[in-house]
């Protein structure tokens, strides 16, 4: 028998989860029109098994797309005949938008606001306080890293008029916590108290620096409807400095600036797919790895008329729910317990099995003291761990952090650590928990029966 790629079944996730009665017709529109009206899906129709099969089956049969397809065909391959990307540029319904991801790699968008503003909205929906916030033109704090969105300014500050846009107001000019000032967090608490936002959206890891600041000092602060964590994964340290300053319901919101909203946190605490504007296949890891609960996943777009996006690797991994349904009701579409992290994040045990940044960081998490950390595979045995204390002796906190690394990674795996005043993020301003010098190859974690079609 012929075991090869070439005729290969593959499984597919989807097919054994609920969704809404318009749901597989969405993404056979989706798939139809990728397969049938652009040019970067040219070499794909030749792999669809065709409209006789299920949709989730013919999506299995396919490859991922990747962000070097999404360089190679540019924004113009993924937009659907009928359109000319010129024009919609032109007439100013879309702009091209630029995305270094944590890879470095940098891809243009297209960008066409009112699909991204519909995504959201449904988003939204998944969670019982960001619904009743959304009244539409309520005041939303923003603390993130200004290069991502924002008004930079790293050699001056910026007064509060300069930072604010409409309904927005940008809290930071300056995208490294390790170095803000106490006079600049002064500032933020002010103007908190000042705008009234109804909505703060933040990277956990900036939220989470202001936060302690606020207990530190005893400060109060207004709090909003509800605080949304987005741009990178939070660590239950942040959420938990967080959770100490404000007197606010706290919810993950999870997308792309490729791929829009893919899951958005309920209020019983679990993610939910966003299953209005988007499908995902979930690409379970073999069971070494973490499978099948943990895995990679891949995301389809429903409905952007500017673009075409199709089984596209997002480059996270996520964790399932199980199978008991989440306490919310929701029933629909994917349901997970945790974003584990990004996958060039994964690190190895000793015996060479995939260990997740959320694994990590449920593991220092628990650790009294540790209020930041970055942890290093710097080899095959070795991880050498970044890290900042407060209120417990650090020579304790450090010395806990060597032995649950040791429990996770292996006995015989060598953990140095060291004691850091704070932790800096990365360019263009986001935290990396976890890094490996050597990435480790996610394609060869998965369970061979729903990776993607090799190419
Ligand atoms: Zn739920």
Not at 125 to 144: P, Q
Not at 282 to 303: C, D, K, N, S, Y
Not at 316 to 326: I, K, T
Request: with cysteine.
């Amino acid at each position: 028998m012929d075991m090869g790629a070439g005729n290969r079944t593959n499984e597919s996730f989807a097919s054994s989860l609920r969704y809404d009665p318009g749901y597989a017709d969405r993404c056979a529109r989706s798939l139809d029109e990728a397969l049938g009206s652009t040019t970067a899906y040219k070499t794909w129709r030749a792999l669809d098994p065709g409209p006789a099969r299920d949709v989730f089956s013919r999506l299995a049969a396919l490859p991922a797309l990747t962000k070097a397809d999404l360089r190679a065909h540019g924004p113009k391959g993924f937009v659907p005949r009928g359109r000319e990307l010129a024009a919609g540029l032109a007439s100013r319904e879309i702009e091209l938008v630029e995305t270094s991801g944590s890879t470095g790699d940098r891809v243009t968008n297209v960008w066409y606001q009112p699909w991204w503003d519909a995504a959201e909205k449904a988003s939204w929906r998944l969670n019982a306080h960001a619904r009743a916030a959304a009244v539409g033109e309520h005041h939303e704090a923003i603390l993130t890293s200004p290069w991502c969105t924002g008004f930079p300014c790293e050699d001056d500050y910026l007064a509060m008029h300069e930072r604010t846009l409409g309904r927005f107001l940008y809290l930071s000019e300056r995208s490294d916590p390790s170095t803000w000032s106490a006079e600049l967090m002064d500032r933020m608490v002010g103007e908190l108290a000042a705008f009234r936002p109804v909505v703060i959206e933040a990277n956990p890891s900036f939220l989470a620096r202001l936060s302690r600041h606020i207990v530190s000092r005893r400060l109060r602060v207004p709090s909003p409807a509800i605080i949304i964590l987005t741009y990178e994964n939070p660590s239950i340290l942040h959420r938990r400095a967080i959770v100490r300053a404000f007197d606010a319901p706290v919810a993950s919101s999870y997308g792309a600036t490729e791929a829009g909203y893919v899951f958005m946190e309920c209020e019983a605490g679990h993610l939910h797919q966003v299953t209005e504007s988007c499908h995902v296949d979930f690409l379970p890891f073999a069971q070494e790895h973490g499978g099948p609960e943990v895995g990679r996943i891949l995301v389809t777009t429903f409905g952007n008329p500017w673009r075409s996006l199709v089984r596209f690797d997002i480059g996270d991994v996520v964790r399932l729910n199980g199978s008991a349904p989440c306490r919310c009701g929701r029933t629909e579409g994917l349901t997970l317990a945790s974003i584990e992290g990004r996958a060039i994040s994964l690190t190895l045990t000793s015996e060479g099995n995939a260990v997740t940044q959320g694994a990590v960081d449920r593991c220092l998490s628990d650790i009294r003291g540790m209020v930041e950390y970055q942890l290093v595979q710097t080899g095959p045995g070795a991880c050498r761990l970044l890290f900042a204390a407060e209120g417990v002796e650090p020579r304790l906190v450090g010395q806990a952090a060597r032995e649950v690394l040791r429990a996770l990674y292996g006995r015989e795996v060598v953990v140095t650590t060291e004691v850091v005043e704070a932790i800096a993020p990365d360019p263009p301003g986001k935290y990396k928990l976890t890094k490996a010098a050597e990435p480790v190859d996610s394609d060869r974690l998965l369970d061979e029966r729903f990776a993607p079609r090799p190419r």
